[in-house]
């Protein structure tokens, strides 16, 4: 008690899942759940409604994409590089806002199918709690 010393707990790896890290499990949930979306909207409806389902799945990985790489950046031991990735994430928001806001501006997709697809991000995340070992937490 008191000491700072290392525990052989301290120094686990991150939870692993059946694809890598927890991060990975919910990147391929995200994209799986807007893959089938995107079928299910093809079969249901039309082209148009399954292209903004499966632009929007595409943006909900890239956005997961990209806060795990933020994630990584911020716990390194290298402060330029938490500097650069903080831009990047900045950066990311701005693409982000005015990259839908075009879609939508233009009609590229409809704004409902774009929704539909970009909430394959909650429940591949959820998803992924579900599939990933926690290792005796929350006893």
Request: charged share 10%; aromatic share 8%; hydrophobic share 50%.
């Amino acid at each position: 008690m008191g000491t700072m010393a290392n525990t052989e707990h301290d120094r686990k790896p991150a939870t692993k899942g059946p694809g890598g890290s927890d991060v990975d499990v919910a990147l391929m949930a995200t994209a799986g759940f807007g893959l089938v979306a995107a079928m299910t909207a093809l079969l249901l409806f039309h082209g148009r409604a399954a292209s903004g389902v499966l632009v929007g799945g595409a943006i909900a990985v890239a956005n997961l994409w990209v806060f795990k790489k933020l994630g990584q950046a911020f716990l390194s031991n290298s402060g330029s590089t938490r500097a650069l990735w903080g831009v990047i994430g900045a950066v990311k928001f701005v693409v982000l806002l005015v990259g839908v806001g075009l879609l939508l501006r233009y009609g590229v997709v409809d704004a409902i199918a774009l929704i539909v697809g970009y909430g394959a991000l909650p429940v591949g995340i959820t998803v992924s709690s579900f599939l990933t070992s926690r290792g005796g937490e929350g006893t």
